[in-house]
């Protein structure tokens, strides 16, 4: 199994479809074998749905993500666990316990000049 968190300075970066990078972990067995930071090469929104397939990861936990984005993951197969925030070693440690706190409304679809994107809910 392969995870994909998008990484900055041992953080999980708060905007998927800005992310300059993806710390990949590689799993067996329940726990972490490996961990690799992959730049994505100015890939952004969509098409980093198809830059994780191509990299044969299964699942991404993040923090806020578009909608675009979103659907692009669930059309690659690939199990994503949004609203995230912290330490993204803690957060694969945490989902590999099954004691990741995420959301799975976590979205980022309302981009102003002023917004500061993170972690938004709609109920």
Do not use: W
């Not at 074998?33 to 098409?47: M, R």
């Not at 609203?83 to 993204?88: D, E, R």
């Not at 309302?110 to 938004?120: E, M, P």
């Amino acid at each position: 199994m392969r995870i994909a968190v998008p990484y900055d300075e041992g953080q999980i970066f708060q905007h998927f479809g800005h992310t300059q990078s993806f710390k990949i972990y590689d799993v067996e067995n329940e726990k972490v074998k490996a961990a690799t930071i992959i730049n994505t090469n100015g890939n952004g929104h969509g098409a980093l749905a198809g830059f994780l397939k191509n990299s044969n990861v299964n699942i991404v936990i993040c923090g806020g993500i578009g909608g675009g984005a979103k659907q692009a993951l669930a059309q690659s197969a690939i199990q994503l666990y949004g609203g995230v925030t912290g330490n993204a070693d803690k957060a694969v440690e945490d989902l590999l316990a099954n004691k990741l706190i995420f959301n799975s409304e976590a979205t980022c679809n309302h981009h102003g000049k002023d917004h500061i994107c993170g972690v938004h809910s709609h109920h």
